[in-house]
């Protein structure tokens, strides 16, 4: 019976360590920009229709379509939906479309680091 609960107990211990790497490993600073002029109406990698302008969306060279992502710079947030690949250029790991990017200000600055958290796979 004692080891049975010692198992329970090391098992737990082993979920709860496991579950705060996870959030960690979930929650990062990436370099982003924004896309979107001329690209309206065209299918993202994952067959929706891009609707920059009042869509929340990102393009993503590795997150699994329809990730959500809270993504916060400086002192606005915004939750976006991957639905496309990319970006292709420049050391970018996260391209917004315009109308999030206009959301937290990043289309002033264009190209700069985010805070990224995965919300839901």
Do not use: H
């Not at 004692?2 to 709860?16: R, T």
């Not at 229709?49 to 699994?64: K, N």
């Not at 315009?98 to 796979?121: F, K, P, Q, S």
């Amino acid at each position: 019976m004692k080891s049975c609960l010692k198992m329970l107990l090391v098992a737990g211990a082993f979920a709860v360590s496991l579950a705060a790497f996870q959030d960690d490993a979930l929650a990062d600073t990436q370099l982003a920009s924004w896309y979107g002029p001329g690209l309206e109406g065209n299918l993202t990698a994952s067959g929706d229709v891009f609707e920059p302008y009042t869509e929340y969306t990102a393009a993503s060279p590795y997150l699994p379509f329809g990730t959500d992502l809270l993504v916060t710079y400086g002192d606005y947030s915004v939750v976006v939906e991957v639905t496309d690949r990319g970006p292709y250029t420049g050391g970018r790991e996260l391209d917004l479309s315009a109308a999030a990017a206009e959301e937290i200000g990043l289309t002033y600055t264009g190209v700069d680091y985010v805070d990224v958290e995965v919300l839901d796979y």
